[in-house]
């Protein structure tokens, strides 16, 4: 059972940054890996998801050009780089993984097919 811990979230003003980091307690080389959110009374969203190797990944279009996903398989660690953060962005932020495949789950932006997730961490964007 891998365990995933995020980190990094906070409060920060309209247009600011924020570096969302994931800790995961084992090998994370074979799998996909993602970023989701959920705001009070929304279903949780994807954000974007990249594939095991790094090599490809996917953004809905509410964050394209402005988040960045990446991840470091030898430390275990997967990232989401905000940047131009909207009100509309304030959420809870959630890591997973999907250890039945190296790409990403076919339903992305859905949630089918990750099995592995964090507890989150709130991002919250507020002037």
């Known amino acids: 059972q891998l365990q995933l811990v995020e980190s990094g979230g906070g409060v920060v003003q309209p247009g600011g940054s924020l570096k969302l980091s994931c800790a995961v307690s084992?090998?994370?080389?074979?799998?996909?890996a993602g970023w989701f959110r959920q705001a009070p009374g929304k279903e949780r969203e994807g954000v974007s998801c990249?594939?095991?190797?790094?090599?490809?990944?996917k953004y809905v279009d509410s964050v394209k050009g402005r988040f960045t996903i990446s991840r470091d398989n030898a430390r275990r660690m997967l990232y989401l780089d905000m940047n131009s953060l909207e009100p509309e962005d304030t959420a809870v932020y959630f890591c997973?993984?999907?250890?039945?495949?190296?790409?990403?789950?076919?339903?992305?932006?859905?949630?089918?097919?990750?099995?592995?997730w964090g507890q989150g961490t709130q991002v919250t964007v507020s002037s």
């Open positions: 997973a993984l999907t250890r039945r495949s190296t790409a990403c789950p076919p339903l992305f932006p859905g949630t089918i097919g990750f099995d592995s």
């Open positions: 990249i594939r095991s190797s790094g090599s490809s990944t």
């Open positions: 084992g090998d994370i080389s074979v799998y996909a």
